[in-house]
């Protein structure tokens, strides 16, 4: 199976703080890579899919970048509301897989 | 809007058989993929399986000798059995619609229920 990597585990940030998360597959998975917002005691929400296209209604705050095997989740400007867990997901190769998460903190 | 929601019994005694089932309301079961993911605070996210409206399936080689998923199109609903469960199959399980540009793997998630905690305990 791919291994996901997320970088780091947990950070602490402030509103209007620019975030980057970066993931990192074990090996290539070309831009079959997704993102995933989670609140606590809430489901997964879908952000990214294909490395960068943004999820119907997902703000333009969210982007994301790379390819193959390094990639990266930026928030542009840290709201209240994006404090929350953050995964990557490979699903380009047979399992999917996810990362291990990104706690964001206040 | 999609809406998808988890259905089945929170408790569940180890040795029998896990059985949720999901239904998709604001959308059809077809062309689409639909998975199975659960969570569990010392595994993190596993991707269970998933079925095509079709009814081609695709499981979890870690677990797929102990799980089954079917589609009822004409119910709009797709559920999971998981069979011979212990402990370790604790989690909260989500279902997920999967739609977009495919990988080998499966395809991206745009949709998911609210999750629902099954605990396996006698």
């Known amino acids: 199976d791919i291994q996901m990597t997320q970088s780091p585990s947990s950070l602490s940030a402030s509103v209007g703080d620019r975030v980057t998360i970066t993931c990192r597959a074990s090996?290539?998975?070309?831009?079959?890579l997704a993102w995933f917002q989670q609140k606590p005691g809430k489901a997964p929400k879908s952000l990214i899919s294909?490395?960068?296209t943004l999820q119907s209604g997902v703000p333009s705050k969210f982007s994301g970048s790379g390819s193959g095997t390094d990639f990266t989740l930026t928030i542009s400007s840290l709201q209240p509301e994006d404090f929350a867990t953050y995964y990557c997901q490979q699903y380009n190769s047979f399992p999917p897989t996810f990362g291990g998460g990104t706690k964001v903190e206040i | 809007q999609v809406q998808l929601q988890e259905s089945g019994p929170g408790l569940v005694k180890p040795s029998e058989t896990l059985s949720l089932t999901c239904s998709v309301s604001?959308?059809?079961?077809?062309?689409?993929?639909w998975s199975w993911i659960r969570q569990t605070p010392g595994m993190g996210l596993e991707w269970i399986g998933n079925v095509y409206y079709s009814g081609r399936t695709k499981y979890n080689p870690s677990l797929r000798s102990r799980i089954t998923i079917s589609v009822d199109t004409s119910k709009n609903q797709f559920s999971l059995q998981m069979s011979s469960v212990t402990a370790a199959d604790t989690a909260v399980y989500y279902c997920?619609?999967?739609?977009?540009?495919?990988?080998?793997?499966?395809?991206?998630?745009?949709?998911w229920g609210q999750g629902t905690l099954v605990t396996v305990s006698s």
């Open positions: 294909a490395a960068f």
């Open positions: 604001g959308g059809s079961t077809s062309p689409y993929y």
């Open positions: 997920a619609r999967e739609s977009g540009y495919c990988g080998d793997g499966s395809c991206p998630i745009d949709y």
């Open positions: 090996q290539g998975i070309s831009n079959h």
